[in-house]
């Protein structure tokens, strides 16, 4: 996921949306982050995009409102994840059997079905801050026949928790002027803190098998 999510980076760049966004308006933010979370689209910036909002907001107010930015946003990743739910209830298995291409991987989906069977409901909020799992968690709650009820208690509190702490912390953030001169680096640090758990519980897993598969071999004469 770590190389995915490089290789991203490298292809598409968050300031760029970002310019996109102010030229042409907030609609442009709104698809993406719909695309993001309603369209099975996991190689779109969601985090770094919206801490890019933020700051754009603290420094150009007249064109970009930290308000409206919250307003616009939340809704659409809330409907976004609900979209994401009935394409996981209707279409179920075949997802897992769609090929592999450019734009669609199935480990994605596997590794969003372990983090789903680890954290249960609390998945739905939790993929909302990381990268890639979060397009797929919403399709695999559908997919477990996850109450909708409960599914849309998790997914509006996860949708507020992730457009507003992500655009604000960009919003507090972008009245420092280091922050001003320094803004990709800040965030390729969002990023690397987004991916961090996922990292980690990577090595985790690897680490036990290897574990394993030792114990495993018979011992040397």
Known sequence: MVETL???????????????????????????IFLETGALV?????????VLAGITAANMPDKLDIVMLNVVLI????????????????????LFNRPKSRFFNPAHLKTASDFY??????AIIMARFAPIVRTFVPVVAGMAGMRYRDFAVYNIVGGVAWISSMSLLGYFLGGFEIVKKHTEALVLLVIFVSILPGFIEWWRVKRAARTAEAANQPPEA
Not at 18 to 31: K, R
Not at 42 to 50: C, H, I, N, T, V
Not at 117 to 122: C, P
């Open 6 to 32: 490089m290789e991203l980076w490298a292809v598409i760049k968050p300031n760029a949306l970002i310019e996109a966004a102010i030229s042409y308006g907030i609609h442009v933010l709104a698809l993406i």
């Open 42 to 50: 996991f190689f779109l910036p969601g985090d770094s995009l919206l």
């Open 75 to 94: 809704p659409c990743a809330i409907i976004g994840d609900a979209v994401s739910y009935q394409i996981g209830k209707r279409l179920g298995p075949v």
């Open 117 to 122: 069977e680890k954290h249960g409901g609390k």
